[in-house]
C-alpha cells in the first residue's frame, strides 16, 4: 500500500470527526455571539434547513461551506494538519505556535 493509499472506511470515521469537530465550533461560536442557527440562516442567504444539516455534521462541509459560514459570522476558520501521535506526544499539535497557526488560517474577508 503506497504512503496516499487510503482505507475508505477509516476516511469515512476521520471524514465524521472533523465534521463533528467543525459543528461543535460552530455551535459554540453561535452560543457565544448569542445568535441562533435561524440568524445564521438569514445571514448566509439559506433556508434554515440548510443550516440544520450543516449543524447536524451529516452534510459534506466543503471549504466553499466554511468559508460562508465564516462570512457571515465575521470569523475566521483555522485548518491545522497534526501528525498521529502517541499519547506521550499528545501535545504535538498544540506547540504549533501562533505564527504558525495564522498562516494555516483562511482569514475572513473584511
Do not use: W, Y
Not at 438569514?42 to 447536524?56: D, E, H, L, T
Not at 460562508?68 to 501521535?85: K, M, N, S
Request: one cysteine or more.
Amino acid at each position: 500500500m503506497g504512503f496516499f493509499a487510503r482505507d475508505e472506511s477509516r476516511t469515512e470515521l476521520t471524514a465524521s470527526q472533523v465534521a463533528r469537530q467543525a459543528t461543535a465550533s460552530l455551535a459554540g461560536l453561535l452560543a457565544g455571539l448569542g445568535k441562533s442557527r435561524s440568524d445564521l440562516a438569514k445571514a448566509m442567504g439559506v433556508s434554515p434547513g440548510r443550516v440544520s444539516q450543516i449543524m447536524s455534521g451529516d452534510a459534506n462541509l466543503t471549504v466553499r461551506t466554511l468559508a460562508a459560514l465564516a462570512e457571515a459570522l465575521d470569523a475566521d476558520v483555522q485548518i491545522t494538519f497534526c501528525p498521529r501521535t502517541q499519547p506521550a506526544d499528545a501535545q504535538a499539535c498544540s506547540s504549533v505556535g501562533p505564527a504558525a497557526v495564522r498562516s494555516t488560517g483562511f482569514p475572513a474577508h473584511h
